[in-house]
C-alpha cells in the first residue's frame, strides 16, 4: 500500500480521537457507546443458534463467530479499561484484532448471547461510575483496523498499533468495533437472506 495513503488514514483516523472522541464529556462517552450496544442486542436476540452458525459469505465469520470475537475481545478490553480509569498503563500486548477463543462455533450460542449483553451491562456501569471531571495521561496501545483504498481502488485492511487516552480507547472498542462488527453481521444475514 501506498506511504502517503498509510499517512492520510493514520491521520484520518487520530483527527477522529482528538475531535470526537477525546474532548467529549464523559456522559457523551457513555451514550455514544449504548447506541451501537443497543442495535447488537436488537440484531442479535431474536437469531436462533442455527442462523447464527449458518456460513453465507466466502471468508467471512458466522455471526456466531462475530459474537465469539466480540466476546473475546470484550473481557481483556473492560480489563484494559479499567486499568486505565486506575491511572495505569495496561500490562502487556495490545488485544490482537482478529481474537477468537479457540473453538467459536462449539460455544452455545445462548451462553454467548448471554456474555455479550453482561459485557455490554458492564462497560456501561463502568462509565457511568466515572467522575464527570475524571482525568489521568494514561494511555494504551489499541490495534487499530481500518479499511482504505489503495492506488489500485481496491478495499485493503491498514493496521497499526496507536497510543489511546481512556475515552478514545473506548469509543473505538465499543463504538466502533461494534458499529464495524454490526455491519458485517447485517451483510452475513442478508447474504442468508435473514437481513435486516
Request: hydrophobic share 45%; proline share 7%; charged share 25%.
Amino acid at each position: 500500500m501506498n506511504g502517503e495513503l498509510e499517512h492520510q488514514a493514520k491521520e484520518k483516523a487520530r483527527e477522529y480521537f482528538r475531535t470526537k472522541a477525546t474532548p467529549l464529556p464523559v456522559s457523551e462517552v457513555r451514550a455514544r457507546i449504548a447506541e451501537p450496544l443497543r442495535a447488537c442486542d436488537e440484531l442479535l436476540t431474536p437469531l436462533s443458534a442455527a442462523q447464527a452458525a449458518r456460513a453465507t459469505l466466502p471468508g467471512e465469520w458466522t455471526v456466531h463467530e462475530i459474537v465469539d470475537h466480540l466476546v473475546e475481545t470484550y473481557r481483556p478490553g473492560l480489563d484494559e479499561l479499567w486499568c486505565l480509569l486506575a491511572g495505569r498503563r495496561p500490562p502487556g500486548e495490545p488485544i490482537p484484532a482478529s481474537l477468537q477463543s479457540r473453538a467459536p462455533l462449539l460455544r452455545p450460542w445462548s451462553w454467548l448471547l448471554g456474555e455479550l449483553r453482561g459485557l455490554h451491562g458492564e462497560v456501561l456501569r463502568t462509565l457511568g461510575a466515572v467522575a464527570a471531571d475524571y482525568t489521568t495521561d494514561a494511555r494504551a496501545p489499541l490495534v487499530m483496523v481500518v479499511n482504505v483504498k489503495d492506488a489500485r481502488g481496491a478495499t485493503r485492511p491498514l493496521t497499526w498499533v496507536e497510543e489511546l487516552d481512556w475515552k478514545a480507547y473506548a469509543i473505538v472498542s465499543w463504538r466502533l468495533h461494534a458499529i464495524d462488527h454490526l455491519h458485517q453481521a447485517r451483510k452475513v444475514l442478508a447474504a442468508a437472506g435473514a437481513g435486516r
